[in-house]
């Protein structure tokens, strides 16, 4: 079936420093990608998403471009913030049908 | 992209009773889905919610325990049914997915006790 693999957290960084949060699907088709971030006490929020091979999303200095050879859509920040702090959740979808989720990885940034 | 107002946004619930979410959305959308996300966890799909139809259950959740409603195509309910303490959990809408993405409620935190 469909699945979406994460790495593992917390990842602990310093303030500015290179942030990748790696993620892989498995899926039967071409579905729609995206990044999901989950701040302390607060609902989900989209980041950015890519509907096709190659495509980058980006948003607030994030990125993350759909690779279909290596079925990944890693996310990277160049210089993260204290602010960043928070759980990002990959997942896909085929058209407008449910949302599948990886596990969550959980970013703390340290000053 | 939609909004969606979600009530209540928490609730302290005793064991054996029942709690009822509500979600409204500001537009007319075919589909609606029902998530839990469990304390520390995932969001893991509950069910499918299409206007004039039975809701779609995903593996591991029935209706008599998580009965769902959707009488207009603007609004559903989730019923979270004779509750234990393992039922406490962030349970969150959204609608069907747009070129802007899915939109979330803003979650019920549900503490069971």
């Known amino acids: 079936g469909n699945s979406v693999t994460q790495m593992e957290g917390p990842v602990t960084l310093s303030e500015e420093a290179f942030l990748t949060i790696n993620c892989t699907y498995t899926?039967?088709?071409?579905?729609?990608l995206f990044w999901y971030v989950q701040y302390p006490g607060e609902g989900l929020q989209l980041l950015l998403k890519?509907?096709?091979?190659?495509d980058k999303g980006s948003n607030k200095g994030f990125e993350a471009t759909y690779r279909k050879e290596t079925t990944s859509f890693h996310l990277e920040k160049g210089s993260v913030q204290v602010s960043d702090s928070a759980v990002y959740f990959c997942?896909?979808?085929?058209?407008?049908?449910?949302?599948?989720f990886g596990t969550g990885t959980r970013l703390q940034v340290f000053p | 992209s939609a909004v969606i107002s979600q009530k209540p946004s928490r609730d302290i619930c005793q064991r054996g009773t029942s709690l009822t979410i509500q979600c409204q959305v500001d537009?007319?959308?075919?589909?609606m889905f029902w998530y839990r996300q469990q304390p520390g966890q995932s969001l893991t799909l509950i069910a499918t919610a299409n206007q004039g139809s039975e809701a779609t259950y995903e593996s591991g959740f029935v209706i008599d325990k998580f009965p769902i409603s959707r009488p207009n195509l603007t609004f559903s309910t989730l019923t979270v049914s004779n509750m234990s303490p393992e039922d406490s959990s962030i349970y969150l809408c959204?609608?069907?997915?747009?070129?802007?993405?899915?939109?979330f409620g803003s979650g019920t935190r549900l503490t069971v006790v």
């Open positions: 899926a039967t088709g071409y579905p729609s």
């Open positions: 890519a509907t096709k091979a190659d």
């Open positions: 997942a896909l979808s085929f058209n407008t049908d449910k949302l599948i």
């Open positions: 537009s007319q959308v075919t589909m």
């Open positions: 959204t609608d069907e997915g747009t070129s802007n993405g899915y939109t």
